[in-house]
């Protein structure tokens, strides 16, 4: 029986993460553009070179992070989603230690890349309950609060929070900041808010008027409110594939003829109702979180 083989990785290098994004739930892959390209093998990510530069990729880290975070901000303890809060909260950037999650996962579970590496050549990786996920998180981040001393921290910021974090209202200091977090944090990434992807275009793929909703209103401003990437994941959840993959194609900057040509349209009128739909289900979406 061969000997497992010990395997040195940099530490800022990209692959630490991997056992963690094969942690992640299914609904939190899924909706992540670049994480669902890998596939579940890690036999089959390790000996691809294409698998293998999207996991050194920008792009997959942002994606990593951002579903750790999202994981992670719940058991610190503070109320709401993490984007009730601004980067002025302490707790908003803590919840981005990815390394340090990583570490603990491990630790806590065993779970990390040498065992990546010891499974069998062609084991397929399921995908953790959702349940298991949210019981280990609220484990290692219970470790995490008191190996870093980060409670009096935590303490703090409940007595004295700023002012901005977690208001009822979508305040300019919180869209400012969400807005400059999830554009500029990698300068690889480019990212498409959903106003913009849902901009038609004319019958030679030219930006059209925004379809049936005026964004002077402050209420449909879509581009204040859904940049937000945990706001967003929630909302594609409720599409069906059909419409995910077409809102998820506009945001990478598909044109509609585009989109139109790999769904079998006749032309880029029955993408164009697709996003009609797509953009009532939002507004409906949004109302229920008033």
Same mark, same amino acid.
């Given at each position: 029986?061969?000997?497992?083989?010990?395997?040195?990785?940099?530490?800022?290098?990209?692959?630490?993460?991997?056992?963690?994004?094969?942690?992640?739930?299914?609904?939190?892959?899924?909706?992540?553009?670049?994480?669902?390209?890998?596939?579940?093998?890690?036999?089959?990510?390790?000996?691809?070179?294409?698998?293998?530069?999207?996991?050194?990729?920008?792009?997959?880290?942002?994606?990593?992070?951002?579903?750790?975070?999202?994981?992670?901000?719940?058991?610190?303890?503070?109320?709401?989603?993490?984007?009730?809060?601004? *980067? @002025? !909260?302490?707790?908003?950037?803590?919840?981005?230690?990815?390394?340090?999650?990583?570490? =603990?996962?491990?630790? &806590?579970? #065993?779970?990390?890349?040498?065992?990546?590496?010891?499974?069998?050549?062609?084991?397929?990786?399921?995908?953790?309950?959702?349940?298991?996920?949210?019981?280990?998180?609220?484990?290692?981040?219970?470790?995490?609060?008191?190996?870093?001393?980060?409670?009096?921290?935590?303490?703090?910021?409940?007595?004295?929070?700023?002012?901005?974090?977690?208001?009822?209202?979508?305040?300019?200091?919180?869209?400012?900041?969400?807005?400059?977090?999830?554009?500029?944090?990698?300068?690889?990434?480019?990212?498409?808010?959903?106003?913009?992807?849902?901009?038609?275009?004319?019958?030679?793929?030219?930006?059209?008027?925004?379809?049936?909703?005026?964004?002077?209103?402050?209420?449909?401003?879509?581009?204040?409110?859904?940049?937000?990437? *945990? @706001? !967003?994941?929630?909302?594609?959840?409720?599409?069906?594939?059909?419409?995910?993959?077409? =809102?998820?194609?506009? &945001?990478? #900057?598909?044109?509609?003829?585009?989109?139109?040509?790999?769904?079998?349209?006749?032309?880029?009128?029955?993408?164009?109702?697709?996003?009609?739909?797509?953009?009532?289900?939002?507004?409906?979406?949004?109302?229920?979180?008033?």
């Amino acid at each position: 029986m061969p000997q497992a083989i010990a395997v040195r990785v940099p530490r800022d290098s990209n692959f630490n993460y991997l056992a963690f994004m094969y942690f992640l739930p299914y609904e939190y892959v899924e909706s992540s553009p670049t994480l669902r390209k890998l596939p579940r093998c890690f036999g089959d990510v390790a000996s691809s070179s294409e698998m293998l530069d999207i996991v050194d990729s920008d792009q997959f880290l942002n994606e990593v992070m951002n579903a750790a975070s999202a994981l992670a901000f719940p058991h610190f303890g503070f109320g709401g989603w993490k984007e009730h809060y601004t *980067g @002025y !909260c302490p707790v908003w950037t803590l919840s981005y230690f990815l390394q340090l999650w990583a570490r =603990l996962l491990q630790e &806590e579970t #065993g779970w990390g890349l040498q065992r990546l590496i010891q499974l069998p050549r062609n084991y397929v990786i399921p995908y953790f309950d959702t349940d298991y996920v949210s019981d280990v998180m609220s484990r290692i981040v219970k470790r995490g609060i008191s190996e870093q001393g980060w409670q009096p921290i935590l303490d703090t910021v409940r007595e004295m929070p700023c002012d901005e974090d977690f208001e009822q209202r979508n305040t300019n200091v919180r869209i400012d900041f969400i807005r400059k977090w999830y554009h500029t944090r990698s300068k690889k990434v480019k990212m498409v808010s959903l106003e913009t992807c849902m901009v038609s275009e004319d019958d030679e793929g030219n930006p059209g008027d925004f379809i049936e909703f005026s964004v002077a209103d402050p209420r449909h401003d879509i581009a204040s409110i859904v940049e937000s990437e *945990g @706001y !967003c994941r929630r909302f594609k959840m409720l599409l069906n594939e059909r419409d995910r993959t077409i =809102l998820e194609m506009r &945001e990478d #900057g598909y044109t509609f003829e585009e989109i139109a040509a790999k769904f079998g349209y006749k032309n880029h009128s029955g993408v164009v109702k697709r996003m009609q739909a797509i953009k009532k289900a939002y507004l409906e979406y949004e109302s229920k979180q008033q």
